[in-house]
């Protein structure tokens, strides 16, 4: 019975997997030149945020460069994603794959995920230290009335995170 349960559980992961494979697609992060031009677009956007929002042209220049390290851990991860889901599929075809097999991929992807997140995590932090709070708050604000362009199908700004 619990193989039953772990053979459902990762015939499903697969299912969501692919799913959340094709929505980052609609966002334009796929490979290529169309993905690197999607990441180049909102290193831009920010840039452009932050240089009017930070007071000091030094400070702005180190927050760039870390928002530049931050796209460059989610360019990387988002790799490493497709990776992960490229193993799915290949396993899926094998029909003698076993749920321990789907299972290891899956425990990997996720630890991967949360290194990724944790990087982005410290960063975010170093960012922040680099701000005032009042610049902190305006960026944020800003950064919220822009999340609106980046929603698929949205038809503006999110009202909260």
């Not at 870390?66 to 193993?87: F, M, P, S, T």
Request: glycine share 12%; net charge positive.
């Amino acid at each position: 019975m619990n193989r039953m349960w772990k053979g459902l559980l990762g015939v499903l992961a697969v299912a969501v997997l692919a799913g959340c494979s094709s929505y980052h697609h609609h966002h334009g992060m796929m490979g290529g030149s169309q993905g690197d031009a999607y990441w180049e677009k909102g290193r831009q956007d920010m840039e452009g945020l932050i240089n009017r929002t930070v007071e000091d042209p030094d400070r702005a220049k180190q927050v760039n460069g870390l928002v530049g390290d931050i796209i460059n851990e989610l360019k990387a991860g988002r790799e490493q994603e497709r990776g992960y889901h490229r193993q799915l599929y290949t396993l899926n075809a094998n029909y003698t794959a076993t749920p321990d097999e789907f299972t290891k991929i899956l425990n990997e992807a996720s630890q991967q995920r949360m290194g990724t997140s944790a990087k982005i995590l410290t960063l975010r932090f170093k960012m922040k230290e680099l701000m005032t709070a009042e610049e902190w708050k305006a960026l944020t604000d800003k950064m919220l009335s822009y999340s609106g362009r980046y929603q698929h199908g949205g038809t503006g700004p999110k009202t909260g995170y």
